[in-house]
């Protein structure tokens, strides 16, 4: 398979595995729940690569549809955020992982965006995936990169979305109306596609002129193109005429199928008995709902203007300049959602995202969950203000819903101090309990790690098939420097029950036959955390 190349790539490519950990710290005050937790929706603040790697043991191989609207790299620096790769933050961030200067735009946009493609694949069901908004900016990079990250066999479709109705007349060359959405799976061949809801107009055009007991129907067309000699033949109307194939045509059937149908009373010949006769098609048999199409038009799915006006309504004084429209969110979580899948945004910007995964719960009964990332400082005043509105209800709002409020909850997060092995050896910047026990429990055994089932007063922080895991652990250097698994701190792990046990902390006072009387797997921290991942 061709693969894109470009300067830093091979900084990159694996950043995803070495990137530090990070805290998440709960905002009780800036979020919509009595008690913050991971698994209420989430909008996370913060640069959604380490977010991103936060979030892995709670929601690895867990969320069915990911939509992300990447910065455009348009380098247009006038916007609320920086569309391009020059903000301080990625800036920041090449500086320290990629370190050469003479990176392009391009180079630079392909930097940040393929470790974060990548945590974003770990995130996905195998039934799930990834919706990615682009213009002709980077659409030709992206694609190639979404290739080679999620495997080109895994490559849906590209959507063409209606951005915008009226021409822009100042345009240099042509006036661009619209954009695309590169859609992935990530198992293609465990992935489908839902079929979209029939629409009123479209079910109007099933009438019943002749009282069909059978319900409302709609002429479809009888003649074909493909020439058969066999299904060439005249017909007689009711009304005496005869009619046969316009020449090069032919029928849709066989002589005697047509008669089958003409008994069935499934042919009509017009008000009159004397047209060419058409198939009458039921809206009682046609398929539940339509297959989707790749070109979105703005009656379908909303334009810019029509997102703009959103925010507007919604925000009045705070301005954000390139949402997307609810209806666009809302049908792709038409397309590839049920009703109780996660989505994932990690460029939330205004959180559109959020407000359409609420509405349509409302409207079918779902739960789906929504989990952002904005790494802006406006992640509260815009992105979760949005949210904590649409939430309670927006008095002005002309949609009903929308008016007394779409409910729900939502907890906000910010991120903390990033988890590194060293610091625990330095008694630097020491995780709390929790957050250890979720960044040793995942990486020691690949699985997610449940809150709930944590007993910090036994260290036991949660169980594979095979094995129990339990941490030892105070965010104290001096507890750090004097504690151990002792021979009482090995009785106090309970009765066995037929698993081994993986047993983390600083020390240990037992040798290897007690470890073995005990089922112990002993992992000395910090080091030994990598013991048993990958
Ligand atoms: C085009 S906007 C998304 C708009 C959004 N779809 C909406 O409807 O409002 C892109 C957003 O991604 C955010 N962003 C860019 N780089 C990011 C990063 N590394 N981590 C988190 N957010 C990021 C930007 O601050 C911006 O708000």
Redesign the pocket.
Known sequence: MPTLNFKGKPFVQNYHLSAPYHELIPKKDKGLSDKPKLDDNLIVH????K?LKALLPTYAGKVKCI?I????NTGNENW????NVN?P??QDWLGKVVDRDDLTRHDKWLC?MMP?LKLLREMLQDDGSIFV?IDDNEDHHLRMLLDEVFGEDNFVATIGWQKKFSRQSDAKWFSDTYEFILVYARKKESWKLNLLPRTETQNARYTNKNNDPRGPWSPDNLVVKTYSADYDYPIKTPGGRTVTPPSGFCWRVSKQRFEELVEENRIWFGETGNNVPRLKRFLSEVQEGLVPITLWLRDFAGDTQE?VRE?KNLLQTEK?D???PVKL?TRILEVATDKNSIIL?????????AQAVLALNKEDGGNRRFIL????D?ADKI?AERVRRVIRGVPKAKDEDLKKGLGGTFSYFELGKPIEASGILSGKNLPSYLELARYVFYTATGQDFDEKKLDEKRSFIGQTKEREVYLIYKPDVEYLKKTALTLDAARSLGPLNGKRRLVFAPAKYLDQDQLAQFRIDFSQLPFEIYKLAG
Not at 69 to 72: A, K, T
Not at 345 to 353: L, V
Not at 373 to 376: A, G, K, L, M, Y
Request: with cysteine; glycine share 8%; hydrophobic share 30%.
């Open positions: 913060g640069d959604n690569l977010a939509y609207d990447p910065p455009y609320v955020y920086n569309d903000s933050m990625i940040m974060r908004s997102a925010v954000f390139s949402p997307k969110l945004d990690s460029y939330a910007g205004s959180g559109t995202t990332v904005e790494c802006e406006y992105t």
